[in-house]
């Protein structure tokens, strides 16, 4: 069945126009005034509404297991909460053990999002280093629509890797086209303060945030940065906190080195005050990392997003509910780490972007959508309202209010760190594969028909960057001495 929104303006990161937008077999077959509803149509009035590429959430983890417990957002629940957030694409994480095959973790994650409404798509993340691994990155990359694979350098003795793998691991990213990705804090120090915090009977989550300063995520993003930049590769910071971090992307990017930065909802509007709550449970709510900085790294976020330091949006989303973060009760080191924001972060975005004059509504769909289908190599695709394009929409409503709430929310886990806050601006309809899956505050949603969507590896932006690094390659100096005339 055919579906076309009428009265609407459309917002492009590059273009708005007031325009009806024609979608059928989940693809937009025509945006344009006054356009006819074929016979049998599904008609929706977006009344003066805007019409939007459906945002796309590069960074979440549904059902991942993590510090000895399990996320308790899975991926129907996870999708459809995202579907009601106004996001039609999550780009979620294949997280291997280490020592366990890159492939077995993809094909586990994959059966695991057999449940999801709406569509997904992985990055795979390195967590060790082999001939096994670089060969299956390649197969990853060419056989399974896989063209970005994650570093983590914090979880010392869990996930985390080393300079020698981060610098192999971005080499075969280079050779492959693939983006690679990396979670910017120095693990080691981290650890080290963490023994030392402890062995002070500092235990609670107020000690959190003094285990993981500014300066261990700064260090750890410009040495990623460092490493990328000699082996000749592009690098994506996810997650970035913090003014240290952003200074090492914005001195990279203006010695023209391609270096991307995310950066979540929640750091751009919490901040580091919540660590001092002196009840246990809601302090131990917001443990996550890179953890809520002080007020001033929030303006550097915005100043990013704008200045374009930083490029995309995020979540991070990443659920534990009380009981599971009681696991730290006696030791903060072992709160699972992570908060929610999938079905929040665009109103956040809007409300404290748009609406505070922060953000124009063509970059506010630039960091919820376009750049990141830009990045992962998912554009027109998606991110852009155009014939051709995917039918994956939101109808956003401006004017729109809500107060955030996990009493309200669709999300699995009872706690959200935007909890009160009132927003304006909400989607009003979401599409999703050219149906109407979110409308009047209802979910229009069906366990397992979301969609794997593969993402071709780059070979444009990696041509060119093999190019320059052949041209820039240093030659071998030659042996013949100077005087002797070769024949
Ligand atoms: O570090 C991540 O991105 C995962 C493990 C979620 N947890 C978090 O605190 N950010
Ligand atoms: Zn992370
Ligand atoms: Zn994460």
Redesign the pocket.
């Given at each position: 069945m055919s579906l076309l929104i009428r009265g609407g303006t459309v917002v492009n990161a590059d273009y708005t126009t007031r325009a009806d937008v024609l979608c059928d077999g989940g693809v937009i077959q025509a945006v344009g005034p006054d356009l006819e509803a074929p016979a049998g149509a599904r008609v929706v009035d977006a009344g003066g509404a805007l019409v939007m590429p459906g945002g796309i959430d590069p960074?979440t983890?549904m059902e991942?297991p993590?510090m000895g417990t399990v996320a308790s957002e899975n991926f129907f629940t996870g999708t459809a909460a995202g579907l009601a957030g106004g996001n039609t694409l999550i780009i979620d994480f294949v997280i291997p053990q280490p020592q366990q095959s890159l492939l077995e973790a993809y094909e586990q994650w994959r059966r695991k999002a057999d449940k999801a409404c709406g569509d997904y798509t992985f990055h795979v993340a390195v967590t060790w280093w082999s001939d096994q691994v670089e060969e299956e990155m390649g197969v990853l990359a060419r056989e399974h629509g896989v063209n970005s694979f994650k570093h983590?350098m914090?979880?010392k003795n869990a996930i985390m890797v080393e300079d020698d793998v981060l610098m192999q691991s971005f080499r075969r990213c280079l050779e492959l086209g693939a983006m690679p990705t990396v979670?910017a804090e120095n693990g080691e120090v981290v650890y080290l303060m963490q023994k030392a915090l402890l062995e002070a009977g500092i235990t609670g989550p107020e000690a959190h945030p003094l285990s993981r300063p500014a300066e261990v995520e700064g260090e750890a993003a410009n040495r990623a940065i460092s490493i990328a930049g000699m082996v000749g590769a592009p690098l994506y910071v996810?997650?970035v906190s913090c003014k240290e971090a952003l200074e090492a992307i914005a001195r990279a990017r203006a010695a023209g080195q391609r270096v991307y930065g995310e950066v979540l909802a929640q750091h751009l509007v919490v901040d580091d005050s919540v660590y001092r709550n002196t009840d246990w449970a809601e302090a131990a709510a917001y443990v996550?990392?890179p953890p809520f900085r002080p007020k001033h790294h929030q303006d550097a976020l915005w100043a990013g997003l704008v200045n374009g330091t930083a490029q995309t949006t995020a979540t991070?989303h990443?659920c534990f509910c009380a009981d599971q973060k009681a696991m730290g009760r006696e030791d903060f080191t072992r709160i699972p780490?992570?908060?929610a924001g999938i079905e929040h972060r665009m109103s956040v975005l809007w409300s404290e972007g748009v609406r505070k004059g922060r953000l124009t509504p063509q970059e506010f769909v630039a960091l919820t959508s376009t750049n990141t289908a830009q990045i992962f190599n998912l554009y027109p695709q998606r991110g852009r309202v155009a014939p051709g394009c995917d039918a994956a929409l939101v109808v956003w409503d401006p004017n729109g209010t809500q107060t955030l709430s996990a009493k309200t929310h669709h999300q699995n886990v009872d706690f959200t760190v935007f909890e009160g806050m009132e927003v304006t601006g909400i989607p009003a309809v979401t599409v999703s594969d050219g149906k109407v899956v979110w409308e009047n505050g209802q979910l229009h949603v069906e366990e397992g028909v979301g969609r794997y969507i593969p993402r071709p590896t780059f070979p444009v932006v990696f041509d060119a960057i093999n190019i320059r690094n052949e041209v820039l390659r240093p030659r071998p100096v030659s042996r013949t001495p100077s005087h002797e005339v070769t024949p």
């Open positions: 960074h983890h991942l993590f983590f914090a979880y979670h996810v997650h996550m990392s991070d990443c780490n992570g908060t």
